[in-house]
């Protein structure tokens, strides 16, 4: 493989492992979040859960649907874990915790306010 095509699938492979929303940066790779350029604290689950809801912008997502992505088809507790996950999310996040919204008898969806 040449040096170019490799210094581009360097280039994908990377930016795939960004993901931005008004602010909000995911770093898949090193497993870091940043608001507005300031490093915050997130428990494992509660990254994969701000990567699930980035990656899914606008979807409205069921809370099995977020159980069977994040916690996989082998967790068996109470759907409900999900809230609280979802609670302390929004508590970190700060102001952009408003993007999660609540879609009441079904589950969630993050939108970026325009």
Known sequence: MSKLKYAVLILLISSAALLHADGIEID???HMVK??????ELSYKEFELLTYFVENQGIA???EKILNNVWNYDYFGDARTIDTHVKKLRSK???KGDYI???WGM???FEVQS
């Open 107 to 109: 589950g969630y969806k």
């Open 93 to 95: 996040l700060g102001d």
């Open 28 to 30: 898949k790779a090193a």
């Open 35 to 40: 608001i507005d350029g300031k490093p915050i």
């Open 61 to 63: 997502l069921s809370r």
């Open 101 to 103: 919204k609540t879609i």
